[in-house]
Each structure stands twice: as structure tokens, then as C-alpha cells.
């Protein structure tokens, strides 16, 4: 299994302009998870997707975030406007509901610099 | 809501040596998942081991064992022989039960260097 894939690896924009995370999630697993890690404030959960439907969406920052999942093979973040303080890395993870042990796999991240 | 505290920002540990890192949490519920991830400067998140906090027997995978204490509410990760290769930074994570709560939630991790 390819694990999760997630595109950029590194995504360097300047303030203002909007930015695409994508994430495609193993095979087979059907929640879906976006978490942002910064040094001030560590990894924290951004959204999460049940059978592609949205759960919990308290840790979205704001309007600029928002998030798609369109299907169950992808899903996509995105920030417009772009600001600096975004700048963080953003990691995708995805598991199988009602797994026997709810443990969630990482992709890469994506590292976002925003200037 | 849930929280999960890692006191200690940094440790050290010689190689072959032993080392415990400290994880508290904060919850009401009864049933739980507590996670330990490393994350070397790959960044990469990879699952070290798991707990069931119905299950009282500590986990252990290999080298990597807990101390799960439910009523101290406490969630410690020990590394014996410690391997050049361990070096990284690791996170203590909580997941609740229940329908809706499947999301990890992080200590601010503890970065550990071993020493040759």
C-alpha cells in the first residue's frame, strides 16, 4: 500500500494569494483527518471527514479554511487568502471507522510557507 | 474537553540506555485510546505503540513499552536500549470512544536526543 499521499510536499506563496492541500488516504479507510502543526501551538485537528461527510470542524481557524471530500480516495484544503501566519505544516491522516484500534496513518505533510 | 500534557519539552538518553517519557491526560470518559507517535526530522508521524484503556495489561511492542496508570491518569513511554535511530520527537495522543470524538488529540511532545 502506497500509504497516504499527500501534494505539495512544500508550497511557498505569497500573502493574498490561495493555496490547494490535497490528500488522498489509503485505500479502504473512511475517515479522513487534517491536522496543522506550528511551533507555538503543536499538531492540532483542523477537520475531520466520516464516510466523506464532515464531523467535527471546530478547529478550522476561520472562513479563509475550507475543506472538500468529494469522493473517498481525495480530499483537498484550502486557504484564500493565504495569510503568514498559515504558515505551518499540514499533515493529512486517515483510518478505518470503527477499526479495532482507531489508529490513524500520517501522510508526508505538507510544509506551507506563506511570505 | 480532553487534554493531554507532556511535562517534559526535552530529554537525553545514552545509547543502550534506558529512558521514560511522561504523558498526563485530562478526560471524564471511561473508555479511551492513548497513542505514542514519533516523529523524526523526516517529519514524518509514525505510530509507536497503542493502549486500549480497558485493557489493563501495559502494551509493549519490542523495545517500546507503557506504563498505563487509568486513575492517575497518567501514560509514560519507556525505551529500552535506546538505539542511535530512536532519536526524534515524540507525541503523546488521546482518542475518545465514542461516535464523533475520532480525533487524536496531542501532548506539545518531547524531543529526545541519544548520546553515543
Known amino acids: 500500500d502506497a500509504g497516504v499521499i499527500q501534494s505539495p510536499r512544500h508550497e511557498v506563496t505569497e500573502m493574498g494569494q490561495e493555496v490547494t492541500l490535497r490528500c488522498k488516504p489509503i485505500s479502504g479507510h473512511n475517515s479522513l483527518f487534517w491536522y496543522r502543526q506550528t511551533m507555538m501551538r503543536g499538531l492540532e485537528l483542523l477537520i475531520y471527514?466520516?464516510?466523506?461527510?464532515?464531523?467535527?470542524d471546530s478547529g478550522m481557524p476561520e472562513d479563509r479554511f475550507s475543506a472538500k471530500m468529494p469522493n473517498a480516495s481525495f480530499s483537498t484544503l484550502k486557504i484564500q487568502p493565504s495569510e503568514p501566519r498559515d504558515s505551518a505544516v499540514y499533515f493529512c491522516?486517515?483510518?478505518?471507522?470503527?477499526?479495532?484500534?482507531?489508529?490513524?496513518?500520517f501522510g508526508p505533510g505538507t510544509r506551507l510557507t506563506v511570505t | 474537553a480532553q487534554t493531554v500534557t507532556q511535562s517534559q519539552p526535552e530529554m537525553s538518553v545514552q545509547e543502550a540506555e534506558t529512558v521514560t517519557l511522561s504523558c498526563t491526560y485530562d478526560t471524564s470518559e471511561s473508555d479511551y485510546y492513548l497513542f505514542w507517535y514519533k516523529q523524526p526530522p523526516s517529519r514524518q508521524m509514525i505510530l509507536v505503540i497503542r493502549q486500549e484503556a480497558y485493557k489493563q495489561q501495559n502494551a509493549t511492542e519490542n523495545r517500546f513499552s507503557v506504563n498505563f496508570q487509568k486513575a492517575a491518569k497518567s501514560f509514560s513511554l519507556k525505551i529500552s536500549d535506546s538505539q542511535l535511530g530512536d532519536a526524534a520527537m515524540y507525541f503523546c495522543a488521546y482518542r475518545g470512544s465514542q461516535g464523533g470524538s475520532e480525533k487524536l488529540v496531542f501532548g506539545k511532545g518531547t524531543k529526545l536526543t541519544v548520546n553515543p
Open positions: 471527514f466520516n464516510n466523506n461527510v464532515p464531523i467535527d
Open positions: 491522516a486517515s483510518s478505518v471507522l470503527g477499526g479495532h484500534y482507531y489508529e490513524q496513518y
